[in-house]
């Protein structure tokens, strides 16, 4: 089947309503942050609930598939073999999976929930800081990774070991005929919410770019910086996601990975590495500590507790279900030929640790300097409190513009992969999708990304993930049942035969 073949339906519907938000946000931002605004509140308020019990449920059902009976089962063929070596592939995990989030709320959520807005305890106080690490351990470890995995396990399932084609739409065949329409409408559906998904995390980086330049020059923000940013940004990608895969998705995680553990190493040594690794060890233990109860948090009769966990927890639950199926779809592509359980150890655990090792040091380096130096780091833009921490180490110049290009390297990768699961999803599942239709889709993700910008800067972008979120949280549900369906059917097959 020729690559033009392939092009169909899915492609061109949702090309078009992204086309639509687009004009529409450039003709009326402020009615665009308005509507979006409203249904978020909406959301957040009357589904909080939901989202903390399926977000619990996702990461109970990655521990069964751990320690339970399917472990074994391959992620394809029997005699298949992983494609990339385990360096190579926690990379790629971790680049596609979190990316600009970490740089961006690195230092600015800690010393957030710290001093401007602890959860549970009084701001500013001892009991604050651990209360504050093991909240951003609690957005950014398990759950997170969770949602990510039940996706891609679905996806992996589904394309290598039964052949089925390479679309969320796939994934529900055991449950109902999605040949047709019904199938076109579930694939528009997860397209939309990866879009707003990688379209809010595009604002964040070319936002914190804009800081950092802020921050060090003095040049000041602005929206159209902002947009020569993410222009520049999105020819590189472009350049990366033509070369493929194995190119330039591969070098580009990589060097990620490189600048990353540079980052944090230099932190580790030049901060108050005692501090933080107290810190680490004793909001870990925390962490694990409380982990139900923070995961059930609804808070009816607390509305300052309630109102904190729909601004923080509800939006990184929905913030993660958008970037699922993206982060998925690329999980699922890059993992052929593991485990079910070698993949949900390396998926679930891997970045997980990792993210808590960066927290730790980096959140911990920021507290440190407001608690001794009470540098007001807390008073800077969110984009700025990394610059902000850097000014206290060695090499403050040097560091912040490798900072700048992380946040860039990451910027360009995660637009380059998510150009590609794009392109995989609105071509029947190709996993080489035509080079016109990644393009479309990097040019389409950096205008979504700009008017939302436009029409109200990060809030804005932030509520119109939520409100993409919430339909796909629905189908992830029928993933679920329709996997535990399929892998009961194969068990079934195993024994009779």
Request: proline content about 4%.
């Amino acid at each position: 089947m020729g690559q033009n073949k392939r092009i169909g339906p899915v492609f061109y519907l949702s090309a078009t309503i992204i086309l639509l938000i687009v004009i529409f946000g450039a003709l009326n931002p402020s009615m665009l942050e308005t509507t979006t605004a409203h249904a978020q509140d909406f959301i957040s308020q009357a589904f909080g609930w939901y989202y903390l019990i399926i977000v619990f449920i996702f990461v109970i059902i990655c521990l069964f598939f751990i320690i339970g009976p399917y472990g074994k089962i391959k992620l394809g063929k029997d005699t298949d073999k992983p494609e990339f070596n385990y360096i190579t592939w926690f990379a790629l995990l971790f680049s596609a999976g979190m990316g600009t989030g970490l740089v961006f709320w690195g230092a600015a959520e800690p010393l957030s929930h710290y001093l401007i807005d602890a959860p549970t305890t009084t701001e500013g106080s001892d009991a604050a800081v651990l209360d504050s690490m093991s909240h951003v351990y609690f957005h950014w470890g398990l759950h997170a990774w969770g949602i990510y995995a039940i996706v891609a396990i679905c996806l992996a399932y589904f394309k290598f070991r039964l052949d089925a084609p390479g679309l969320i739409s796939a994934t529900l065949s055991p449950l109902m005929n999605t040949r047709g329409t019904t199938g076109k409408i579930i694939d528009v559906v997860a397209i939309i919410a990866t879009v707003c998904g990688v379209a809010t995390t595009l604002g964040f980086g070319a936002t914190q770019i804009n800081g950092g330049l802020t921050f060090m020059t003095g040049i000041g923000e602005s929206f159209l910086f902002q947009v020569l940013i993410i222009i520049v940004i999105t020819a590189l990608f472009l350049l990366s996601s033509y070369t493929g895969i194995h190119k330039g998705i591969k070098y580009l995680s990589n060097t990620n990975m490189l600048l990353a553990a540079f980052l944090l190493i230099f932190v580790i040594i030049t901060g108050p590495t005692l501090f933080n690794l107290n810190i680490l060890t004793q909001s870990f233990g925390q962490y694990l500590q409380t982990i139900p109860e923070m995961s059930f948090r609804a808070a009816p009769d607390n509305s300052d507790l309630r109102a904190w966990t729909e601004d923080w927890t509800i939006f990184y639950w929905a913030w993660w279900i958008a970037w699922a199926p993206y982060v998925g779809t690329f999980i699922a592509r890059v993992s052929r030929g593991r485990t079910l359980r070698e993949f949900t150890v390396g998926v679930l655990l891997v970045p997980s640790i990792l993210s808590f090792i960066w927290f730790a040091f980096l959140g911990g380096t920021t507290i440190h300097a407001e608690q001794t130096l009470n540098l007001g780091l807390h008073e800077l833009a969110t984009e700025e409190m990394l610059f902000g921490v850097l000014t206290i180490l060695p090499f403050p110049t040097i560091m912040s513009i490798l900072a700048i290009i992380l946040i860039a390297v990451f910027f360009i990768t995660s637009a380059d992969s998510a150009s590609f699961v794009l392109g995989m999803h609105s071509t029947n599942g190709s996993t080489n999708p035509p080079t016109r239709v990644k393009m479309t889709w990097g040019l389409l993700l950096s205008a979504i990304a700009t008017i939302l910008l436009y029409s109200g800067g990060l809030q804005a972008l932030e509520n119109t993930m939520i409100v993409a979120a919430f339909p796909f949280s629905i189908i992830m549900i029928l993933m679920v049942l329709s996997l535990f369906k399929a892998l009961k059917n194969e068990k079934r097959k195993r024994t009779s035969s």
